[in-house]
């Protein structure tokens, strides 16, 4: 059973930054997509970031200008710089990977990684 091993959250006050980190526990193949998603209390989850097969980025649109996403497909890992962060960003953070199973996709996720900005 391939795991994801998420690292990096914690407590930033307004403006800072933290970097997170995901790794794979072992080498994937036909990866569709890598990338970050979050989930505030009561809220549903949602893609923060992501790059498809290709090397395109997708962020949404709260994020973009302040977080970089970072994959390598050969190493299976997956980083997020999120600079200048905001009360808003207070999520449960978690990583995502996407592989290509026949024509069907398959999910994998980490466990989540908790960040909590301060004002």
């Known amino acids: 059973q391939v795991q994801l091993a998420e690292s990096g959250g914690g407590l930033v006050q307004r403006g800072g930054s933290l970097r997170l980190a995901c790794a794979a526990s072992?080498?994937?193949?036909?990866?569709?997509?890598m990338g970050w998603y979050r989930q505030a209390p009561g809220s549903q989850r949602e893609l923060v970031a992501e790059?498809?097969?290709?090397?395109?980025?997708n962020y949404a649109d709260s994020v973009k200008g302040r977080f970089t996403i970072s994959a390598d497909n050969a190493k299976v890992t997956v980083d997020l710089q999120m600079n200048s962060l905001q009360p808003e960003d207070t999520a449960v953070y978690f990583c995502?990977?996407?592989?290509?199973?026949?024509?069907?996709?398959?999910?994998?996720w980490g466990q989540g990684t908790q960040v909590t900005v301060s004002s």
């Open positions: 995502h990977i996407a592989t290509w199973y026949q024509r069907f996709k398959v999910d994998y």
């Open positions: 072992e080498k994937l193949e036909r990866i569709a997509t």
């Open positions: 790059v498809a097969d290709g090397g395109t980025a």
